[in-house]
């Protein structure tokens, strides 16, 4: 299993903060298009994303376990 | 509140004085600090509050991760950063770094490296409040984070 | 202690925060603060603690000047600046400096002018006690003030 | 009658922190070869002076009631 994260639009978009999903093996960018396909998510190739709270690169293969997250642009300080 | 933690994310109140008890040692003959507050008008708009949304766990981390950028820069540099979490009023302090250092220059260039590095890297986001509606700020301006290197020249000026 | 007096020479120990308060506005979105510390060691000697002696009526007048100068060069900047005299011990705060503005680019360096140009114009001096000895600091340096116009590059890094 | 005030170093030096004399008239300049000559204070020449609590040129001619400061080099902050 792979758990999902969203944050800010994100989360207000897809209307959750988490997300369970059986797609171990999958890249980054796979799942990103996944989530824009099934879950109607917008410009998610602007959109960074960590694993296990690194950034990683779209080519990295998910793992099961792992936990994404999706990392719109940020806007702390 | 943990007091000895030096990278934290906290939905309370940030008392600028404790951050600067992190940093104060025998060593050091200054200390300089950036509270980041909330300003009501900005390009003319008022706002009303802002709301900040963390990743809490990757956002310590990702702090950490810019002190040992700092630690690597200025040897002699010590950092403490606290950034806050939830709705934030006119004024609130959304973030306080102190830095402490023998000198005063690295101090303040230290200072300055911090923050720019946390509006690049660490996921924490603003919600803005107007009159007549909100957004969350970053994806309107097309910013994008930058995990690696060093600050490009000229970022955003918030 | 008069809450109100932005530029302040004072033999009171000095509140961070109580100086913070004096510029914060809600059309800031930065604060930056200095605070000058007493360090323990200076080029490898061991300072057991500082007196600080002001000629007081015209160093807040001169502290007022540098405000002046602050405001021609950032006129979006606020600032408040309160020195201490008398004997300071290792860490004791001897000068904080705010300085509060819309965007922190402003806040840093108005905040890094003013301390330079306090290390040049404001008559203050302080005396340092060591194990065998003490003097007072200036004059073995072969500093000199500096009353007018820029502060030189690289000026004195204490 | 012009007040002068010592301070740090040089108050230390002459072991007062002020003095009152009849020397208006005299310059800056002249006012500090008079103390060095009959006060035996030390290298005037790099100690700056204010009148008034303004910093004064060495050639500034001192007033009836004007206050002097001698001003080392300073080291506040």
């Given at each position: 299993m792979i758990k999902i994260l969203f944050f800010a639009r994100l989360q207000e978009e897809i209307g959750k903060d988490s997300l369970n999903i059986?797609?171990?093996?999958?890249t980054v960018n796979q799942l990103k298009q996944w989530l824009e396909k099934e879950?109607?998510?917008?410009?998610?190739?602007q959109t960074m994303a960590a694993v296990n709270e690194d950034y990683a690169d779209g080519s990295e293969v998910l793992k099961e376990g792992d936990t994404v997250a999706l990392i719109p642009p940020v806007s702390g300080g | 509140m943990n007091k000895e933690k030096r990278f934290e994310v906290t939905d309370h109140p940030i008392s600028t004085e404790s951050v600067i008890q992190k940093v104060?040692?025998?060593?050091?003959g200054a200390i300089t600090t950036f509270i980041g507050t909330v300003r009501e008008f900005t390009d003319g708009k008022r706002t009303l509050r802002l709301e900040y949304q963390a990743y809490k766990d990757m956002a310590e981390k990702m702090l950490e991760q810019i002190d040992k950028e700092v630690q690597e820069k200025w040897p002699n540099a010590m950092s403490a950063i606290t950034h806050r979490t939830g709705t934030l009023e006119i004024s609130d302090a959304a973030v306080v770094i102190a830095v402490s250092s023998p000198h005063r220059k690295t101090a303040y260039e230290a200072n300055e490296y911090i923050i720019e590095r946390i509006k690049q890297i660490v996921p924490i986001w603003k919600k803005e409040y107007w009159d007549d509606g909100s957004a969350w700020i970053g994806d309107q301006l097309e910013k994008t984070p930058y995990p690696e290197g060093n600050p490009p020249k000229g970022a955003n000026d918030d």
């Open positions: 059986e797609k171990a093996g999958l879950h109607g998510l917008h410009s998610l190739d | 104060t040692r025998r060593e050091c």
